[in-house]
């Protein structure tokens, strides 16, 4: 049974730092990739970045690089989303997802999901 489970998220100010984990379990890890999606009101589910597991390639959104990054820990099989100089736009509810084999960017994609967790950034 494939389970992620978040945690981390909070409200934070214009300017400041969060780092959100997705504890993992269930996975043949080396057969999936990880990703960080985000959600606001009213908007589309977006990909925030995605983690190969076997290589440790990484990708991110355009809206984020360079503020955010994201890493794994092989040992406690957890991959965190080291969020920077965060902007107001960046509130949203946060997930993690995976898919087996290759970064995609399509929520469609990705068959398993966490329960999210709600990040808010006050101007």
């Known amino acids: 049974q494939v389970q992620l489970v978040e945690s981390g998220g909070g409200l934070v100010q214009a300017g400041g730092s969060l780092r959100l984990a997705c504890a993992a379990s269930?996975?043949?890890?080396?057969?999936?990739?990880l990703a960080w999606f985000r959600q606001a009101p009213g908007k589309e589910r977006e990909f925030v970045a995605g983690?190969?597991?076997?290589?440790?390639?990484?990708s991110l959104a355009d809206s984020v690089k360079g503020r955010f990054t994201i890493s794994r820990d092989n040992t406690k099989n957890t991959v965190y989303l080291q969020m920077n100089s965060l902007k107001p736009e960046d509130t949203a509810v946060y997930y993690c997802?995976?898919?087996?084999?290759?970064?995609?960017?399509?929520?469609?994609?990705?068959?398993?999901w966490g329960q999210g967790t709600q990040v808010t950034v006050s101007s």
């Open positions: 997802a995976a898919r087996l084999r290759y970064i995609t960017t399509a929520p469609e994609d990705y068959k398993y």
């Open positions: 269930g996975l043949t890890f080396s057969s999936y990739v």
């Open positions: 983690l190969r597991w076997s290589s440790g390639s990484t």
